[in-house]
Nanobody, 123 residues
Framework: QVQLVESGGGLVQAGDSLRLSCTAS????????MGWFRQAPGKKRDFVAA??????YYADSVKGRFTISRDNAKRTVYLQVNSLKPEDRAVFFC??????????????????WGRGTQVTVST
């Protein structure tokens, strides 16, 4: 069974940065695309960023502020979040997509999810 564990969230001030991490249990982690989504209170889960074996993808709302990367040796995907705003407050989830659909911005295309890490931004 695939397990994903996120970490790195916290309470920060507007303008601060965080680095979120997601470590996977699967030994063939580097074969799959990984994505980050976020869910604010009372809202649906939204796409943030994704990375496969060669490319990265971002939601328009985070381009230039967030950077996704991966370390296959550590089976870990990272999300560097800079210049945080109060509206970035959400639970951030990582997920793995094992079906090679390429539709990385659709939550339904991902097969396994972590439990999330909370990011709260104060003014």
């Amino acid at each position: 069974q695939v397990q994903l564990v996120e970490s790195g969230g916290g309470l920060v001030q507007a303008g601060d940065s965080l680095r979120l991490s997601c470590t996977a249990s699967i030994s063939i982690f580097n074969n799959y695309a990984m994505g980050w989504f976020r869910q604010a209170p009372g809202k649906k889960r939204d796409f943030v960023a994704a990375i496969n074996w060669s490319d990265t993808y971002y939601a328009d709302s985070v381009k230039g502020r967030f950077t996704i990367s991966r370390d296959n040796a550590k089976r870990t995907v990272y999300l560097q979040v800079n210049s945080l705003k109060p509206e970035d407050r959400a639970v951030f989830f990582c997920a793995v997509e094992t079906r090679y659909t390429g539709r990385y911005n659709y939550a339904g295309e991902y097969d396994y999810w972590g439990r999330g890490t909370q990011v709260t931004v104060s003014t």
